[in-house]
């Protein structure tokens, strides 16, 4: 069994970093939270139906829908990898030995991660692109795809910033 030893991890030996790091992972968490919750886009049908779509109620609608497989691969990619790469910056950042075997391992999926990142984004983005297409409805992107596309771009950039400390 690992044990974590906090007093080896790169936010105990990085102490300044560490606090910034900590924070923008934070900040990621909460964007991701925002972009999850808040409406995508709003789409406005013959100037008088209108409807808000978050992510969390799209993934829901595909479901109830009967598209569960559409709902498992958009939740997979827009909910799942998100939060499992956040908590994989965290663990990596303060919790782990740098020099353990665990590390390196977590070091490796943190990349493999990294290469599906902005995947979300897309699927986000097509969904837009698809609403703004329609002839009949007028789409507006909403503030929560930004938060969206912000906690994405952030992770991104912590994780940049991470694997700089790790080639040390």
């Known amino acids: 069994m690992a044990v974590l030893n906090f007093h080896r991890s790169y936010a105990a ?10 924070l923008l992972l934070l900040l990621a968490a909460a964007l991701l939270a925002l972009g999850l919750k808040l409406p995508l886009v709003s789409v406005e ?7 808000s779509v978050s992510l969390l109620s799209a993934i829901s609608q595909l479901w109830q829908g ?8 958009i939740g997979a990619f827009s909910l799942l990898f998100p939060v499992l790469k956040l908590l994989l910056l965290l663990v990596i950042w303060n919790l782990e ?8 391992m977590h070091l490796k999926w943190l990349d493999t991660y990294g290469k599906w990142s902005m995947l979300d984004v ?7 692109v698809t609403l703004k297409l329609g002839m009949l409805a007028h789409a507006r992107v909403e503030f929560g795809l ?12 912590v994780s940049a910033w991470i694997s700089r400390y790790t080639r040390e």
């Open 146 to 157: 930004y938060a969206f596309a912000a906690s994405v771009v952030l992770t991104m950039l």
């Open 97 to 104: 030995d740098s020099g353990s075997p665990r590390h390196k």
């Open 13 to 22: 030996r990085h102490p300044l970093a560490g606090v910034l790091v900590n």
């Open 66 to 73: 009967g598209e569960q497989g559409l709902a498992l691969l």
């Open 122 to 128: 897309f699927v986000v983005a097509l969904l837009v």
């Open 45 to 51: 049908k013959f100037w008088f139906f209108g409807n």
